[in-house]
């Protein structure tokens, strides 16, 4: 994109602001779960491997963008060049290595720099970069992949999977507890000690995930995928006996869950 047509570009979201009456009274606040839903149609779309859709998602994503700096821009907080500035100056900063005299072996110590720029920047902890908003898989590798560029981290992925069957064996322990309860009040307890548990479980799967060099929360939404595939081709079967999927049984359904999974392999 020319500097010309971005300057347009703003012109005309700038307009919207002052002209249209829906665009007007949109702040940050309202407008910031939209700018999440934009983010997520682009990875669809590069999922999809659209490259259509994804021109279309990147230049309503940017919509985002700038329509927040704009909101920002007429409260006297920040213009559309200080967020230019303020990335350009950023990616300098951290890139010594390209934009400086610095040598890196590889791209682990150029992630390990970057870390350690971040903490002279005024960061005081390594975990600060890690939005609170991210979904909590994703959170979880962040988390440690933070952890381990300085070094803690586990030695052996053998360890790891033995923390995992450790974590889903203290699942049980307390699942069985609160299985022969009679207490309401121990009942209670027990099932806060089970979803920490559970958390347990998942937080070590994530850590597994990440020494099989698999992003987890990428991992489970193909999986999701997968299912609303296999799940809607039972609901279809069963439409086509006239039926609906509320009046199947579970024998009808795993066979046509088989037969899914089969012509998934076709």
Known sequence: MSQTKFNEFVEIVKRLRKECPWDREQTNDSIKSATIEEAYEVVE????????????????????????TIIAEEQNHFTVNDVVESIQEKLIRRHPHVFGTKEVNGSEEVKKNWEKIKLEEGRQSILEGVPPYLPALQRAYRLQ???????????????????????????????ELKKNTDSK??????????????????????????????????????????FIKRFQYIEEKIKESGRSVSDSNLEEMDKFWNESKSSDKS
Request: glycine share 4%; hydrophobic share 40%.
């Open 185 to 226: 009040e121990k009942s209670d307890e027990l099932m806060k000690k089970l979803e920490e548990e559970v958390g347990d479980v998942f937080f070590a799967m994530v850590n597994y995930a990440r020494f099989l060099g698999v992003n987890p929360e990428e991992a489970l939404r193909v999986t999701n995928n997968k």
């Open 145 to 175: 992949e933070k952890a381990a560029k300085v070094g803690f981290d586990w030695e052996k992925k053998e360890d790891v999977w033995k923390k995992v069957i450790e974590e889903i064996q203290e699942m049980h322990e307390i699942e």
């Open 45 to 68: 779309a590069i999922d999809k491997k659209d490259f259509e859709e994804l021109k279309k998602e990147l230049g309503d994503l940017l919509l985002h963008v700038v329509f927040h």
